[in-house]
T-cell receptor, first 115, second 115 residues
Framework: DTEVTQTPKHLVMGMTNKKSLKCEQHMGHRAMYWYKQKAKKPPELMFVYSYEKLSINESVPSRFSPECPNSSLLNLHLHALQPEDSALYLC??????????????FGPGTRLLVL | KQEVTQIPAALSVPEGENLVLNCSFTDSAIYNLQWFRQDPGKGLTSLLLIQSSQREQTSGRLNASLDKSSGRSTLYIAASQPGDSATYLCAVRSTPGGGYNKLIFGAGTRLAVHP
């Protein structure tokens, strides 16, 4: 099973709302990632978790708050977002976060619209 | 700083044509290079992964080559079909400062195969 699942598929929220995106994988991977992808642009890395600890934050605003409750789950908590945060949010996982022979497996994404 | 460029940005071909998508990168110190397919509004599907020590990988009608020294990769699609219509993304795995691996994406080639 090489599947990464993400919920919800679509999300519409106001700028004062608090919402969460969820990502799950059961491949035993120890590295998980959040990417943001704007329309017709490539994905941009936001966060990297390794062994359930935050390894990398690519200077993401604090209104995005990641959480890794266990090795299979990754959440992205959203609060006080701006309309420009509307995008496709992709989750990915790989066996480890370091080492060359790593394939990242991507989920289908959550399409977020901030009104 | 690693930069990935994909040419052409868009391509429209009749069904049955063989075609080549190009990817170039500025820093040859990569671990691997990965080609992804992305359908509109969807997540990324990994097509082929080429390790830095390899020259090419094949999967069905797809063949990807890597010339690390010149910073180039090509994705060859044989006998194209309408179902191949999608955006094709090239990504290299580099190690910026800090030791962690990072996928750096090109902007993609939007392919349309018409019957």
């Amino acid at each position: 099973d090489t599947e990464v699942t993400q919920t919800p598929k679509h999300l519409v929220m106001g700028m004062t709302n608090k919402k969460s995106l969820k990502c799950e994988q059961h491949m035993g991977h120890r590295a998980m990632y959040w990417y943001k992808q704007k329309a017709k642009k490539p994905p941009e890395l936001m966060f990297v978790y390794s062994y359930e600890k935050l390894s990398i934050n690519e200077s993401v605003p604090s209104r995005f708050s990641p959480e890794c409750p266990n090795s299979s789950l990754l959440n992205l908590h959203l609060h006080a977002l701006q309309p420009e945060d509307s995008a496709l949010y992709l989750c990915a996982s790989s066996q480890f976060s370091t080492g060359g022979e790593q394939t990242q497996y991507f989920g289908p994404g959550t399409r977020l619209l901030v009104l | 700083k690693q930069e990935v460029t994909q040419i052409p940005a868009a391509l429209s071909v009749p069904e049955g044509e063989n075609l080549v998508l190009n990817c170039s990168f500025t820093d040859s110190a990569i671990y691997n290079l990965q080609w992804f397919r992305q359908d509109p509004g969807k997540g990324l599907t990994s097509l082929l992964l080429i390790q830095s020590s390899q020259r090419e990988q094949t999967s069905g009608r797809l063949n990807a080559s890597l010339d690390k020294s010149s910073g180039r990769s090509t994705l060859y699609i044989a006998a194209s079909q309408p179902g191949d219509s999608a955006t094709y993304l090239c990504a290299v795995r580099s190690t910026p400062g800090g030791g962690y691996n990072k996928l750096i994406f090109g902007a993609g080639t939007r392919l349309a195969v018409h019957p």
